[in-house]
């Protein structure tokens, strides 16, 4: 039988109980569980996130220019703070919106649109040509959108590779990606020669930097070294980044930039062909949370620069401490040394999701890539207390694994 809705309504009191026992079936992310999905930096920063969330449960950001111009103002304010970090230019012009896969979307359709306002013969079996590691977005926005994606082959090191890249463009391509960093391996690919064949070919390049956007400038404040990514490097048109991963603001909340504010208004749907007169929305989503566009500005102002570099610190020097102790496994090595706090490591003498089975037999969602095969982490602060019980039972999943007493049969890698 399909359920109904109750016939009765029910209070809180009892409701409570019951959203507690469904929180319980989930993974427990609070204590590093889960390589993905939850990031987290200080509890501080968590509550006052959610408090700013819950100030405006109720604002639509649809609405911010005639109805919530407070929360138009915060918009604003997250949107200019985050220019800056991105080496922008006067001009450059972006915006909110749900998440990284709507950010793409936006920058892929924008580039499209300029591609074909340079070329207006050819409005057709376009095409964009990627990097094997970039994020499934790109294919969401081509098939939504009749684009072929050409996605190709990388370097023996994981990156971008920008020759093979250079030989799939023909004279239908209005698109160059890559990614700071790229999901899989968590690698910086070389922005700064696909910026060069970008200006060379006269194509758009974006660059996606969901992952490490919010993180990559204050890594490099820190002290450590990173290749360029953002418009500090001419050929970059646009920038995704999100602010709901290592931005630590809540859900759902990311960023989409461009170098010019030409780009950035062909991204926009306008419609005036209905009885309510003039539709106008720059994103994909119409309403959208309005508790998200306070919560990004709180955390902002919370964390500050100088916060923001002491977790970008504790971060980095929390994933060498993985790196070091899986390295310290027998048998167990890294795909990739990482930019950021992505890791990606495997076993060539080993079934590595045979190890992974092991970990989930523990009580840890394993994250798993398969080419190669491996393991993958996105490294929030939640995973420093589970450090040493997470590299513990990975040494006795590689273990079991090696005996034969676990089979990576049944596991599959998904996201």
């Not at 103002?73 to 703070?81: A, G, I, K, N, Y």
């Not at 970990?359 to 995973?383: E, K």
Request: with cysteine.
């Amino acid at each position: 039988m399909r359920k109904t809705i109750p016939e009765n309504g029910t209070g809180w009191p009892e409701l409570e109980p019951q959203l507690e026992r469904f929180a319980a079936e989930s993974i427990d992310w609070r204590h590093g569980r889960s390589p993905l999905f939850v990031f987290l930096a200080t509890e501080s920063a968590y509550e006052v996130g959610k408090n700013a969330f819950f100030k405006f449960f109720s604002e639509n950001a649809l609405g911010g220019k005639r109805a919530f111009q407070g929360l138009k103002r915060m918009e604003d304010d997250v949107l200019e703070m985050a220019l800056s970090l991105f080496s922008a230019p006067p001009d450059a012009a972006g915006n909110m919106s749900t998440g990284g896969s709507e950010s793409i979307f936006l920058a892929v359709k924008a580039a499209r649109e300029r591609f074909r306002a340079l070329k207006p013969g050819m409005r057709h079996d376009l095409n964009m040509v990627v990097p094997h590691s970039a994020h499934p977005a790109f294919d969401k926005a081509g098939q939504a959108m009749d684009i072929e994606v050409r996605r190709v082959p990388v370097r023996a090191d994981l990156r971008a590779d920008v020759k093979a890249m250079a030989d799939r463009i023909d004279e239908r391509t209005f698109l160059l990606a890559g990614s700071a960093p790229c999901f899989p391996h968590g690698l910086i690919d070389p922005i700064d020669e696909l910026s060069a064949l970008a200006i060379d070919s006269g194509l758009w390049l974006h660059v996606d930097a969901c992952v490490g956007g919010y993180v990559a400038p204050f890594v490099r404040r820190a002290g450590y070294s990173l290749p360029e990514f953002d418009f500090a490097l001419p050929g970059v048109r646009s920038i995704s980044a999100d602010l709901h991963k290592f931005g630590f603001c809540p859900k759902p909340a990311s960023t989409v930039f461009y170098r010019e504010r030409e780009d950035y208004e062909r991204q926009i749907f306008d419609f005036d062909d209905w009885p309510s007169g003039r539709f106008t929305t720059p994103m994909l989503s119409g309403t959208r949370a309005g508790g998200a566009v306070a919560a990004a500005w709180a955390v902002f102002h919370h964390l500050g620069a100088e916060g923001y570099c002491a977790i970008a610190r504790d971060l980095m020097e929390m994933t060498r401490r993985y790196v070091d102790g899986i390295e310290a496994i027998e048998g167990l090595q890294m795909w990739a040394q990482p930019d950021l706090t992505l890791i990606n490591f495997g076993a060539p003498d080993l079934d590595i999701f045979a190890v992974a089975e092991g970990m989930r037999t523990r009580g840890w969602l394993p994250g798993l890539t398969q080419r190669p095969r491996g393991m993958h982490m996105m490294m929030s602060l939640v995973h420093e207390e589970a450090r040493e019980a997470y590299l513990g039972d990975l040494r006795a999943a590689v273990e079991a694994a090696r005996a034969g007493r676990a089979s990576g049969a049944a596991m599959k890698a998904t996201y």
